[in-house]
């Protein structure tokens, strides 16, 4: 997703895009792994705030939001692996395409 985050960076948008992960309540112990040599911010959700749960959120989804950070679609790179160009093109042209409808 880094990758892909320099893509958009470079992309002329109305609003800009930000690629974020955001870890489950209860599995904090794993923190240091997955950001180890990444540049993508990094959340720890909470019980207080319960995004996960809030959003009905499934491992490995993209939650794409708006302006006013409300979620419009989800796309999980599980089912949709960004390994393939196609599905790469589609989460890509998804996430352009949010920002542009802004």
């Known amino acids: 997703m880094d990758a892909m985050q320099t893509e958009l960076d470079a ?10 992960g955001v ?9 240091p792994t997955i ?4 540049a993508l911010p990094w959340l720890q959700d909470t019980a207080a705030q319960n995004v996960w749960q809030s959003w ?3 491992y490995r989804d993209v939650v794409v939001l ?6 419009v679609a989800v796309y999980n ?3 949709h692996d960004l ?11 998804l996430l352009i395409d949010t920002a542009n409808a802004q």
Do not use: H, M
């Open 77 to 79: 790179v599980t089912t």
């Open 83 to 93: 390994g393939d160009p196609a599905k790469y093109a589609a989460l890509k042209t």
């Open 66 to 71: 708006d302006a006013q950070n409300f979620p």
């Open 23 to 31: 870890n489950e309540t209860g599995l904090e112990s794993g923190n």
């Open 11 to 20: 992309t002329n948008t109305k609003v800009p895009i930000q690629l974020l």
């Open 35 to 38: 950001t180890s040599g990444r």
């Open 56 to 58: 009905a959120v499934t």
